[in-house]
T-cell receptor, first 116, second 113 residues
Framework: SAVISQKPSRDICQRGTSLTIQCQVD?????MFWYRQQPGQSLTLIAT?????????ESGFVIDKFPISRPNLTFSTLTVSNMSPEDSSIYLC?????????????FGDGTRLSIL | SQKIEQNSEALNIQEGKTATLTCNYT??????LQWYRQDPGRGPVFLLL?????KEKRKERLKVTFDTTLKQSLFHITASQPADSATYLC????????????FGRGTSLIVHP
């Protein structure tokens, strides 16, 4: 299965600043996703990162707040913009090797973000 | 709307016993269901997938059942060990036709030596 590296693993940021999270996969994958997981909560899908085009955002998430890039089939970034304490969460990158469905997702270990 | 329910209370069991975790869903008929394990500070790790036409699936000490009438999946770990302690998440494909799974909140399993 794919090996996924996320950077940074954790960060403490000031209110109003932005942070870019990187997700690197050791092989080409069809689909890449970004999730948010708040303490004790389930994973919430933020968006699907599309290679070479704009990401597809889920309801409640917008590009201005969470800009996403995917320049190739092995790399994606998520930026959390103009952060507030409500953005404190774990952000997870995941990938699927096969775009036809019912394939397992492989996750990175996440970025634990705290905003002061 | 689609809803996935997992017991929010932690399940505490003794080593050697069988752990059984439950995933219930409503307003939906998924073609398959997945189970993941998540350890603290780590991302979820895929364990098993079971399709709607499969009643049961096994992998080593793990067993998953899928009852489409009851809209329920049971996840069993036999001969449980302290190393099995983790949060277990069930996931179903989204009701809107997308195959991107929707995850339950997960149930924490604690196996006592």
């Amino acid at each position: 299965s794919a090996v996924i590296s996320q950077k940074p693993s954790r960060d403490i940021c000031q209110r109003g600043t932005s942070l870019t999270i990187q997700c690197q996969v050791d092989s080409q994958v069809t689909m890449m996703f970004w999730y948010r997981q708040q303490p004790g909560q389930s994973l919430t899908l933020i968006a699907t990162a599309n290679q070479g085009s704009e990401a597809t955002y889920e309801s409640g998430f917008v590009i201005d707040k969470f800009p996403i890039s995917r320049p190739n089939l092995t790399f994606s970034t998520l930026t959390v913009s103009n952060m507030s304490p409500e953005d404190s969460s774990i952000y997870l990158c995941s990938v699927v090797n096969d775009g036809t469905g019912n394939q397992p997702q492989h996750f990175g270990d996440g970025t634990r973000l705290s905003i002061l | 709307s689609q809803k996935i329910e997992q017991n929010s209370e932690a399940l505490n069991i003794q080593e050697g016993k069988t752990a059984t975790l439950t995933c219930n869903y409503t307003n939906y008929s998924p073609a398959y269901l997945q189970w993941y394990r998540q350890d603290p500070g780590r991302g979820p790790v895929f364990l098993l997938l079971i399709r709607e036409n499969e009643k049961e699936k096994r992998k080593e000490r793990l067993k998953v059942t899928f009852d489409t009438t009851l809209k329920q999946s049971l996840f069993h770990i036999t001969a449980s060990q302290p190393a099995d302690s983790a949060t277990y998440l069930c996931a179903l494909p989204s009701a809107g036709g997308s195959y991107i799974p929707t995850f339950g909140r997960g149930t924490s399993l604690i196996v006592h030596p």
